[in-house]
């Protein structure tokens, strides 16, 4: 949530009583119209004159991609029916596979969920996942089918998939459309009615779970709080129950959808307080905060800390801007729980870190808010899983990163994360997608026919394989029907190598990949002819070369740019002339020995695009 709209002041805001109170979050797979259904039920219930398209959607990267990254929390009130005031606390959260983390945190926030569903698309894999992550929760389930407004549309279909997949009848469904605004009433009477309010425990010990944070230069940390029990009021002093560390609140407020200061947040609030908290590890995600003077006997169960499944390493440009970068990573974790960083060196890259990330779009979006929101200017390495190594001596390591895979002789067997996927799509696209899933290792688990046309494919697939291509292929052979939910599924033994890649005889240990032995070869092959693509010609011969071991499995060279040094020369001896091409000649060779070859961003990014010679 942007902070140059704060209020400086606190601002009144109407009482409502506690059992008026609604807190709920809209769920739903990616592009099915969550952030402007919640757009109309801003304009509806007038906390915007007129709504802008994605108006919770605060990052300009949101807007330019069109999807949530990360959720956000709104105070809306609305005037039932009944003619009863009423207060909601709504949360947006992300569709993506890759943020499910952050959907889960906020329906810890919540009472109710609207599951939203696409009346063109129906029920998707990622709407299935939600679904189960809010019954989990314990959540009041409201369904809603969305996008009625769409011409030939007819929601009987849409309907009687959500019957089939989750049990829900036609009476329980709610017709919205985000766009027009039809329904959106209906479904806020519907939030009225069933979604229960919080419970009333204004008068117990302060406990309240930050869900979320984020940094301001002049007023540290603004964490983003979901009050269970008790009050919290500026002048107050908190303590983090993880940390014992103690702050004085300096203000607390609301989203409205700008922060608004107010006077007071009690139990069943949702809302925002800063305490002068400077520190980024002082407020961590999933976090209790209590009372510093009565406090809570102990803390709220907090968030199932997130595992991260992709990793590659991140290096500025620039070497001198290397704090730089450790000081928006310590700031960009704290809006973003699922990161994890750690410094490590690279002879061709110099000093950076290496980075967690949940998958390949949430690495892109990290890698473009540290470019965009702090200036800098980064080198991402090949993006690599975790791998589980057991050595000849008994020893079991994890390795990250190529540049630590031990020496063939010291491996005993070596373990690669699988996953378990999900694929749904039309029936006439089955045979395609199980090609695809076979290519890339996929063993075959089930089938169901879930409803209508639509089957769901259930695969054990290496995550290596699905971090690079795999969902692409999917679209492109399914055009654009497929959709893809997955979730770790443990250790497999696997023949894995590890392919090294020589630039002149040295090796660039950025640019190293593991990967089955069945494709190595094949990959090296594919990597150096990239590379040769992408590297600009020097003023001497570079050598690309690359080898499993001490084995060369794939060679090719960029001739050197040469001057014509005997321009000059009319005639005359041919010796002159042989002269000149010698000293050139000779001139190269040390070159070559002294010279260094930059190697562009375009070269590391050229191992994600192997599948396009494919």
């Not at 499944?309 to 990573?329: I, Q, W």
């Not at 590890?498 to 990597?527: S, T, W």
């Not at 690309?544 to 040094?565: D, E």
Request: proline letters at 5%; glycine letters at 8%.
């Amino acid at each position: 949530m942007a902070t140059e709209s704060k209020a400086n002041q606190r601002a009144a805001v109407p009482r409502v009583p506690h059992e008026n109170v609604r807190n709920f979050c809209i769920v739903a797979h990616i592009d099915h119209g969550k952030s402007t259904l919640a757009d109309r039920l801003l304009e509806v219930c007038g906390n915007v004159e007129e709504a802008q398209d994605q108006m919770l959607d605060s990052m300009d990267l949101e807007r330019e991609r069109g999807i949530t990254i990360k959720s956000s929390a709104v105070r809306l009130y609305y005037e039932a029916e009944d003619g009863e005031l009423y207060q909601f606390n709504l949360i947006d959260t992300p569709g993506h596979v890759d943020f499910s983390y952050e959907v889960s945190r906020s329906l810890q926030a919540c009472e109710g969920a609207v599951v939203l569903v696409d009346v063109s698309q129906g029920v998707e894999a990622q709407t299935v996942a939600n679904v189960y992550l809010a019954v989990e929760a314990g959540l009041e389930i409201i369904p809603v089918v969305n996008k009625i407004d769409l011409p030939h549309i007819e929601p009987e279909m849409a309907l009687e998939e959500m019957r089939d997949a989750f049990g829900f009848t036609p009476d329980e469904i709610i017709l919205t459309s985000g766009k027009t605004g039809e329904g959106v009433r209906e479904l806020l009477e519907a939030i009225v009615r069933r979604v229960p309010p919080p419970r009333n425990a204004a008068d117990e010990p302060l406990r309240a779970m930050i869900f979320d944070s984020e940094f301001d230069v002049h007023q540290g940390v603004i964490a983003y709080v979901r009050l269970f029990e008790g009050r919290v009021r500026p002048g107050d002093e908190i303590k983090m129950m993880s940390t014992g560390k103690r702050f004085e609140v300096s203000r607390v407020g609301v989203f409205s959808p700008a922060m608004m200061d107010i006077d007071e947040l009690h139990a069943g609030d949702v809302g925002y307080l800063t305490a002068g908290i400077k520190g980024v590890k002082d407020s961590q995600v999933g976090d209790t905060i209590t009372s510093a003077k009565s406090p809570a006997e102990k803390p709220l169960p907090g968030y199932r800390e997130a595992q991260p499944m992709v990793f590659c390493g991140l290096y500025p440009t620039d070497n001198v801007d290397y704090e730089s970068l450790k000081d928006a990573l310590d700031r960009l974790s704290l809006n973003d729980a699922a990161l994890r960083y750690e410094r490590e060196t690279s002879a061709a890259l110099g000093f950076g870190f290496r980075c967690g990330f949940l998958g390949l779009l949430h690495m892109e979006i990290v890698q473009e808010r540290l470019e965009r929101e702090y200036d800098l200017d980064l080198v991402a390495t090949a993006p690599s899983v975790v791998y589980r190594i057991m050595l000849t001596d008994g020893q079991v390591i994890e390795v990250d990163n190529p540049a630590q895979f031990p020496e063939r002789e010291h491996i005993e067997i070596i373990e690669e994360p699988m996953v378990d996927a999900t694929i749904m799509c039309p029936q006439k696209y089955v045979g395609q997608v199980m090609k695809i899933s076979d290519d890339r290792r996929g063993q075959y688990l089930k089938q169901e026919y879930v409803w209508g046309d639509r089957v769901a494919l259930h695969y054990r697939l290496p995550l290596a394989e699905i971090i690079v291509d795999y969902f692409d292929a999917l679209k492109s052979g399914t055009r654009g029907y497929a959709t893809l939910d997955y979730e770790h599924a443990g250790y497999h033994p696997e023949e894995l190598v590890k392919v090294e890649i020589l630039i002149n005889g040295d090796p660039v240990d950025a640019l190293a990949i593991i990967c089955h032995r069945d494709f190595a070869e094949a990959r090296g092959r594919q990597i150096a002819r990239k590379l040769k693509e992408s590297i600009p010609r020097q003023l001497f011969e570079v050598r690309i070369q690359a080898s499993i071991g001490s084995r060369i499995v794939a060679s090719t060279r960029i001739p050197p740019l040469r001057r014509n040094v005997t321009e000059k020369c009319y005639g005359g001896d041919v010796t002159r002339k042989r002269k000149l091409l010698e000293r050139q000649r000779e001139g190269k060779r040390r070159m070559k020995q002294v010279g260094n070859v930059e190697v562009p961003q375009e070269a590391f990014m050229s191992i994600l695009r192997l599948g396009d010679e494919d």
